[in-house]
């Protein structure tokens, strides 16, 4: 059975709301402002959920579950097991939010040009930008 994880902090300054959430497949981290709307994500890891296709991810949003990973970006950080919320620490600083994993960075999130950059995938796609890249 996979924990579930659920962080929220609150940045007063900038009246933004980070949300750490997860599910059986994935772990996502999403950027709310201050009407508590979605401006970006981040993929932190999957929790060993790998699919094939484009076509199977929709399958999984249509059944209300967070994406799973593509295998095709996946990378030797991308399968994370065992997580729990001890595991995550924030880090967050004017534009710049750190996550980390058992003090890894895994996320980057870039709050002023709202692209997430993510140690778990190999290259660009849906799931953010390699941490790489930034």
Not at 9 to 27: A, P, T, Y
Not at 37 to 51: A, M, P, Y
Request: charged share 30%; with cysteine.
């Amino acid at each position: 059975m996979k924990t579930e994880i659920y962080l929220t902090v609150f940045n007063e300054s900038e009246k933004r709301n980070l949300i750490i959430d997860s599910d059986q497949h994935s772990i996502w981290a999403y950027l709310l402002d201050s009407q508590n709307q979605i401006e970006f994500d981040g993929f932190l890891c999957s929790r060993g959920t790998l699919v094939e296709s484009n076509e199977k991810v929709k399958e999984f949003i249509e059944m209300d579950f967070q994406p799973p990973l593509i295998k095709r970006v996946a990378n030797e950080f991308s399968i994370q097991i065992g997580i729990t919320n001890e595991n995550i620490k924030i880090d967050w600083k004017n534009n710049l939010i750190r996550i980390l994993i058992n003090d890894t960075e895994f996320l980057k999130m870039d709050t002023l040009n709202k692209k997430s950059y993510s140690k778990a995938i190999s290259e660009k796609s849906v799931y953010g930008i390699p941490i790489t890249e930034f």
